[in-house]
T-cell receptor
Framework: KNQVEQSPQSLIILEGKNCTLQ??????????LRWYKQDTGRGPVSLTI?????NTKSNGRYTATLDADTKQSSLHITASQLSDSASYIC??????????FGPGTRLSVLP | SAVISQKPSRDICQRGTSLTIQCQVDSQVTMMFWYRQQPGQSLTLIATANQGSEATYESGFVIDKFPISRPNLTFSTLTVSNMSPEDSSIYLC????????????FGSGTRLTVV
């Protein structure tokens, strides 16, 4: 069964601190993996996309990693800001088909 | 990647009425999708909007309740019919952006409250 799991479900950190969000998937055949940021009441916005041959991708303070062997990905946020408070959704594309969405991690950054 | 304009951004509606949500893409896209996201939950796919044919609905969603139009490759509408408070949710459209590393681009969402 194609599934995407994320942990933790929610996370609270202080402004300026780093954090890492996890994504495990059992999707086959794998095409690519994206991390989305969704602000409350808004549509998701893509942060990174990685294919199986890529193991690291950065976008500013966001760095995503992918281990295609263990089917795990992480999203590392450096020097968090209040505006990083959002849900972060891991989405895995099934080759030639649709996507499987993870449940998301709700991040709250406090001053 | 494609840009999607979705409207309205929010609405408060009376029960029993209907609301039509529109999504306009700035380029032609083959596949468009409609999602519902209830508070604190992840996205749930309602249907795939097919150009020139009827939409394909996921289990638990029916055409009478969520009629969809897709008149061309840049536009789609979702109507939430005969609304009840249980329909209060965020509705999102998305388009599959092509290329080797295809992905989804999302509209900004419609926050619907049914009273």
């Amino acid at each position: 069964k194609n599934q995407v799991e994320q942990s933790p479900q929610s996370l609270i950190i202080l402004e300026g601190k780093n954090c890492t969000l996890q994504c495990n998937y059992t999707v086959s055949p794998f095409s690519n993996l994206r991390w989305y940021k969704q602000d409350t009441g808004r549509g998701p916005v893509s942060l990174t996309i990685m294919t199986f041959s890529e193991n690291t991708k950065s976008n500013g303070r966001y760095t995503a990693t992918l281990d295609a062997d263990t089917k795990q990905s992480s999203l590392h946020i450096t020097a968090s800001q209040l505006s990083d408070s959002a849900s972060y959704i891991c989405v895995v594309a099934i080759y030639g088909q649709n996507f499987v969405f993870g449940p998301g991690t709700r991040l709250s950054v406090l001053p | 990647s494609a840009v999607i304009s979705q409207k309205p951004s929010r609405d408060i509606c009376q029960r029993g009425t209907s609301l039509t949500i529109q999504c306009q893409v700035d380029s032609q896209v083959t596949m468009m999708f409609w999602y519902r996201q209830q508070p604190g939950q992840s996205l749930t796919l309602i249907a795939t909007a097919n150009q020139g044919s009827e939409a394909t609905y996921e289990s638990g969603f029916v055409i009478d309740k969520f009629p969809i139009s897709r008149p061309n490759l840049t536009f789609s509408t979702l109507t939430v019919s005969n609304m009840s408070p249980e329909d209060s949710s965020i509705y999102l459209c998305s388009a599959r952006t092509g290329g080797e590393n295809y992905g989804y681009t999302f509209g900004s969402g419609t926050r619907l409250t049914v009273v």
